[in-house]
């Protein structure tokens, strides 16, 4: 089995041109999401994602991720989001519920539209480890090139199948 997975590492190519990516943020812990944002941003265009495909919408907070990404994705335009926020502990359960909100709801909006959303929220008990989390941006980024490649592979390989089966039928 891990044969046939370096295989297939082996085989996929990370290239970003012609891809069209969304980005939110959230502007709540801005000091930990605006360099994930940045780092991000890096790794598009490194992957070959044009700086004309890349957009960039602000949101106050996590809990606003997935509603905000359901609206981007009716355009039907882009080929994956990555969503970044920060959640830290405090005296009380919010970073809980705020935290499992928007991971349900980023998972909901990707399994309803088709389309990848890659989770780059932040949940920590402390500053610390949220800074020591930072890089996780170019971790997206890269997430978010490799499963759009992903998806179109897969759309064209459905088709083809579609297409096989239908010739065959009509030769029968």
Request: proline fraction near 2%.
């Amino acid at each position: 089995m891990q044969e046939l997975l370096s295989s297939y590492n082996s085989t996929l190519t990370i290239d970003g041109t012609g891809l069209r990516i969304g980005i939110i943020v959230a502007r709540f812990n801005s000091h930990i999401t605006s360099p994930m944002l940045d780092l991000a941003y890096s790794e598009l265009t490194r992957l070959g994602v044009d700086t004309d495909n890349i957009r960039i919408v602000s949101v106050p907070g996590s809990y606003e991720l997935a509603s905000t990404a359901q609206a981007m994705l009716a355009s039907g335009y882009y080929d994956a989001l990555i969503c970044f926020g920060c959640v830290m502990k405090g005296e009380t359960r919010h970073d809980i519920l705020v935290g499992d909100a928007a991971a349900h709801g980023l998972q909901r909006v990707a399994l309803d539209t088709h389309v990848p959303i890659i989770f780059g929220v932040i949940c920590a008990e402390t500053l610390q480890q949220a800074e020591e989390r930072i890089y996780r941006g170019t971790e997206c980024a890269h997430s978010a090139v490799e499963l759009a490649c992903t998806f179109q592979r897969l759309k064209v390989e459905s088709q083809l199948t579609t297409s096989q089966q239908q010739s065959s039928l009509a030769a029968r």
